[in-house]
């Protein structure tokens, strides 16, 4: 069975700083991975995805992931958060991208300070 | 495109009633997913069609929850009789399978609280 795992359950980072959001997946084969951000109150928003091909992919927002399969992670990245960036963060695994059920990580809450 | 709609947004019921939560794919999507968030378990599968089909429905909870697809434009997730530990939000999401590569695309959720 697949699985995700997001160590932390949540994350201070000042404005300004850099940011990494860590995610590691269990999957028997080449998995689908993707990054989901939740605003309060909203759905979620696909930030990036990786199917195949180059390991380092760029999402909206300036956020990007690099897929490691040496580490079986997928960890989401951003140069320099803005205060706009603050919200929960998901990370999910799918064995088919868009033609499976996706299975989520429990999110990484990212507190944005001033 | 509107993207994926539901309704309705926010639902307050008592315990024992029966509540229908329904989505709106969007168009031309040919599967549909159902998934419910809480506290606890985070956000799970519950149930998921493809061509108004459904394909695995083994998140389900229990036979107090059934979903219908009745035509591609339209969805409905029901619970009878409602539940306290039903309270959570629902999200229906969308996807067009092109090479199998496409990405779902999330409504914004129905909240429901059962008293």
């Known amino acids: 069975a697949q699985s995700v795992t997001q160590p932390d359950i949540h994350i201070t980072v000042s404005e300004g700083a850099s940011l990494e959001l860590r995610c590691n997946y269990s999957?028997?084969?080449?998995?689908?991975l993707f990054w989901y951000v939740q605003s309060p109150g909203q759905g979620l928003q696909l930030l990036l995805k990786?199917?195949?091909?180059?390991?380092l992919v760029q999402g909206i927002k300036g956020f990007e992931a690099e897929f490691k399969r040496s580490q079986s992670s997928f960890n989401l990245r951003k140069p320099s958060v803005h205060w706009s960036d603050a919200a929960e963060y998901f990370c999910a695994v799918g064995a088919r991208g868009g033609a499976d059920g996706l299975t989520f990580g429990k999110g990484t809450h990212l507190i944005i300070q001033p | 495109d509107a993207g994926v709609i539901q309704s309705p947004r926010h639902e307050v019921t008592e315990m024992g009633q029966e509540v229908t939560l329904r989505c709106k794919p969007i168009s031309g999507h040919d599967y549909l997913f159902w998934y419910r968030q809480t506290m606890m378990r985070g956000l799970e599968l519950l149930i998921y069609?493809?061509?108004?089909?459904?394909?695995?429905d083994s998140g389900m909870p229990e036979d107090r929850f059934s979903a219908k697809m009745p035509n591609a434009s339209f969805s409905t997730l029901k619970i009878q009789p409602s539940e306290p530990r039903d309270s959570a939000v629902y999200f229906c999401a969308s996807s067009l399978e092109r090479a199998r590569q496409e990405t779902q695309y999330f409504g914004p959720g129905t909240r429901l609280l059962v008293l």
């Open positions: 999957y028997g084969a080449t998995p689908y």
């Open positions: 069609f493809n061509n108004n089909v459904p394909i695995d």
């Open positions: 990786y199917f195949s091909g180059d390991t």
